[in-house]
């Protein structure tokens, strides 16, 4: 019963980060909107609202921590997979920050980016997005007593592959993109090597999307057994 409580708790935490990424994603692409944002917007973004949404994700990976300092999650299985799941999470927010200011800086050397480097960046968000809303899910799908051990494993098997997918596009949005800012600014290194680090940064978010959601996967099919 313990354990069951603990376990529970945690689960809880990671829905909190989960959710805090799920935001983050949405607030950005709301900024980048359907144009070119203002070098003062993205600052704004980066400086304030990034530092409360982090905050959000931090403390709940702080407490989880807390947990294994106090001893709390000793007899807990799959703790491992808990914690790689929380740092994980806290992956896609450090790469969603490196990203913003890599575009921060990138509009300091061209006032007016290319729409398709933008669209890039929009379509690697939705990407992020779909997969921290599975990931949410599937974490629901492990909270609580097991009442349908079928329903459960086909939410956390359904929601895995379309973090997958979300995956796999982003994979192909990456590579498009490179291509194409690698053949526009090749005589320009300042700006190939910016927007270069602005797509890999993003691109990162969503890897460690998938990473966290395959923790999640394995602690929720841990706890069916």
């Known amino acids: 019963m313990g354990e069951s409580l603990a376990a529970g708790t945690i689960i809880e935490r990671l829905i909190t980060m989960a959710q805090g990424v799920e935001d983050t994603s949405t607030h950005i692409l709301q900024v980048i909107g359907a ?3 203002s070098p003062e917007v993205i600052e704004k973004t980066y400086r304030q609202d990034l530092i409360q949404f982090r905050d959000i994700v931090t403390k709940g990976k702080e407490g989880l921590l807390d947990y294994i300092a106090n001893g709390r999650m000793s007899l807990i299985a799959y703790k491992e997979f808990y914690i790689e799941a929380a740092l994980q999470m806290e992956c896609i927010m450090s790469r969603l920050e490196a990203g913003t200011y890599r575009l921060l800086l ?6 007016s980016l290319p729409q398709d480097v933008l669209e890039s960046v929009r379509n690697l968000l939705r990407e992020l997005q779909r997969s921290s809303i599975a990931l949410v899910d599937m974490l629901r799908a492990s909270e609580g007593p ?15 592959e379309q973090v997958s997918e979300s ?7 990456y590579r498009e993109a490179l291509a ?10 300042a700006k190939l090597v910016m927007l270069k680090e602005v797509i890999d940064s993003f691109e990162d978010s969503v890897d460690c999307a998938y990473n966290a959601s395959t923790y999640v996967r394995l602690v929720g099919l841990g706890l069916l057994s």
């Open 180 to 189: 194409m800012i690698t053949s526009r600014y090749a005589n320009e290194a």
């Open 35 to 37: 144009g070119t944002p």
């Open 106 to 111: 990138s509009l300091s050397l061209e006032k």
């Open 167 to 173: 995956e796999k596009r982003a994979d192909t949005v």
């Open 146 to 160: 097991v009442k349908d051990p079928v329903a459960r494993r086909k939410v956390l098997d359904d929601r895995f």
